[in-house]
């Protein structure tokens, strides 16, 4: 493939507008991230190592680490944590003994369900941003290029856990709805 040139100034403004405004965004995910987990006892990370291990059903301290964004050490600390609080369990495989694979119990199962009917969208400040949108469109920003930013930073691999993991977190909601929905029936 020919390589374009573009301009040192077009780089950099985009560049540092990207990077102001992930760095904006990222805050105020920070924030809201913190103050929904904090009652539970939990960080980020031993938060997001937990859902990770939930919508990859077998993953490994790569997995986590990976799809994680964390390094593997972070990844394995914070895995080691939440094995010392019985919310997951670390083991090896007879035939694989150089990964280590992550199985939530059912003890971190019920936390991140509690978690999950703890969220609260009035407390939070990206999805209210998001609401105008919402309200001029009829659906949520997409972000289809931030998708393919983070596509070609990251991999096709990445990309497939997002989009497995979302499918399924999307599934499980569905299956929620029409069982609550069946239970109102029968109620009435």
């Given at each position: 493939m020919e390589e374009k040139e573009y301009s040192f100034t077009e780089s950099m403004l985009f560049t540092q507008r990207m990077a102001q405004l992930s760095k904006a965004l990222w805050k105020a995910i920070e924030k809201d991230w913190q103050r929904w987990i904090k009652p539970f006892h939990l960080n980020i990370n031993e938060h997001h190592v937990l859902?990770?291990?939930?919508?990859l059903n077998g993953a490994t301290i790569s997995d986590i680490s990976k799809f994680g964004v964390m390094h593997v050490s972070t990844a394995f600390n914070f895995s080691k944590r939440l094995e010392e609080?019985?919310?997951?369990?670390?083991?090896?495989r007879e035939n694989d003994k150089r990964n280590t694979y992550i199985k939530l119990t059912d003890k971190?199962?019920?936390?991140?369900?509690?978690?999950?009917?703890?969220y609260e969208p009035a407390k939070n400040s990206v999805y209210q941003g998001?609401?105008?949108?919402?309200e001029l469109y009829g659906k949520f920003p997409e972000?289809?290029?931030?998708?393919?930013?983070?596509?070609?930073?990251?991999?096709?691999?990445?990309?497939?856990?997002?989009?497995?993991?979302?499918?399924r977190l999307e599934k499980e909601f569905l299956e929620k709805e029409k069982n609550h929905d069946r239970d109102v029936e029968n109620v009435v």
């Open positions: 859902w990770i291990a939930h919508y609080r019985e919310l997951l369990t670390l083991s090896k971190g199962t019920n936390l991140l369900m509690e978690l999950m009917a703890a998001s609401l105008p949108l919402r972000v289809i290029e931030l998708l393919a930013i983070v596509r070609n930073i990251y991999g096709e691999d990445f990309m497939e856990i997002f989009e497995t993991s979302f499918s």
